[in-house]
């Protein structure tokens, strides 16, 4: 749980997150307890840690998890023991958001998530009697959470809980930059810029769509281990920035996934004429990038923003799970590790340094 936030020194330094024991209560209506089974650390976990995204606090971090319910609040439509994937941008289903079938977020799911409360109104975790906000309706570094139902995605008992967990932040939002934004075409090379989960999942999902387009994959980071990593699941060329402005040729399709304005510079310049760079990072709210307005209108490029992934979570979860089945998109490789809880501060060092894919915390 993250009790301060806008500390001025280093994350490694400040070492905030500590853990307690909270009081969940009984599910309401339209509310499930869920019992975590795995929870993946993200990028956006440690932007709230280090102030990139100012939050309210104290708040029980983690978007990105899987779990088992435990109970179901009055007149529920899931079963007690049922695995599901949390998702951290619940979608009302009623709203003009919802109306764009993903393409923006849901309206009362947004503002829900930035006040830390759930969908439904309201916060649920209570630490000492005081209230504690939830983390994007979802809060999975806990044993347990309250959620609203439209906050999770049943899934069967085939899928391990780790593979479940980063389904649904890292696979959801790399997968969807290429799937629903992009859409690339037969022959498109496809280039991910920045190899953490999100893009690591988008490099997986790209190589998944070879058989069907014929896509070269490209992958771009500042870390050698990364590039080797991207080769191995399936990337047809690795670069660094250097090597890769050395190159000097453009993919039709980029994805920026680093969340740096430098990243995504770079992106917009790697994108060829009648291209789509797709931006799914989240830099700071004040960063600033150059680029020149001329090269889009003269090589008639695209800029697309996409938040997670611009995904329908019920209707996308199932059709990434179909090409696990098929043993087309091997998610378990973005597992780059498996913690405790007690180890988290420890791995927050970890991704901040930009070491490993997905750490994931497993409860048992
Ligand atoms: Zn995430
Ligand atoms: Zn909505």
């Known amino acids: 749980m993250l009790e301060r936030i806008g500390d001025p020194t280093p994350y490694a330094e400040s070492r905030p997150l500590v853990i307690d024991d909270l009081d969940l209560g009984a599910p309401g209506p339209g509310e499930l307890l869920v019992r975590i089974e795995a929870a993946g650390l993200c990028h956006s976990d440690l932007s709230v840690v280090d102030g990139n995204r100012v939050r309210p606090v104290p708040m029980l971090l983690g978007h990105e998890a899987a779990g088992r319910v435990e109970q179901v609040g009055p007149g529920g439509d899931l079963a007690v023991g049922q695995r599901v994937v949390m998702t951290f941008l619940p979608r009302c289903g009623d709203c003009a958001g919802c109306a764009t079938h993903g393409r923006t977020p849901c309206v009362p799911g947004s503002a829900a998530n930035n006040s830390g409360e759930l969908l439904g109104g309201g916060r649920r975790l209570r630490r000492r009697g005081e209230p504690v906000h939830h983390h994007l309706g979802v809060s999975g570094f806990a044993t347990h959470a309250m959620v609203d139902r439209r906050s999770v995605v049943p899934v069967d008992d085939d899928v391990p809980p780790e593979v479940a967990a980063v389904l649904g932040c890292a696979v959801l939002t790399g997968g969807g930059a290429l799937l629903n934004s992009a859409r690339p075409g037969p022959g498109d090379r496809i280039m991910v810029v920045g190899l953490g989960g999100v893009g690591m999942a988008a ?127 091997p998610v378990e490789r973005l597992v780059s590790s498996r913690i405790r809880l007690e180890d988290i501060n420890a791995a927050m060092d970890e991704l901040a340094a930009g070491h490993g894919l997905r750490q994931v915390i497993i409860f048992d």
């Open 203 to 329: 490099v997986l999902v790209a190589a998944s769509l070879r058989k069907e387009l014929g896509s070269e994959v490209i992958a771009v980071d500042t870390l050698p281990e990364k590039l080797s990593l991207a080769t191995e699941l399936g990337a047809d060329r690795v670069f660094t920035p250097a090597q890769l402005a050395e190159w000097g040729d453009q993919a039709e399709v980029v994805v920026e996934a680093a969340g740096n304005v430098r990243a995504f510079e770079t992106a917009v310049a790697a994108t060829a004429p009648g291209g789509t760079t797709v931006t799914v990072g989240l830099p700071n709210p004040e960063a600033r990038a150059s680029i020149s307005p001329l090269g889009l209108v003269a090589q008639g490029r695209s800029i697309v923003g996409s938040y997670l992934g611009s995904a329908v979570p019920d209707r996308d979860i199932p059709e990434y799970l179909r090409l696990w089945r098929e043993g087309r998109l």
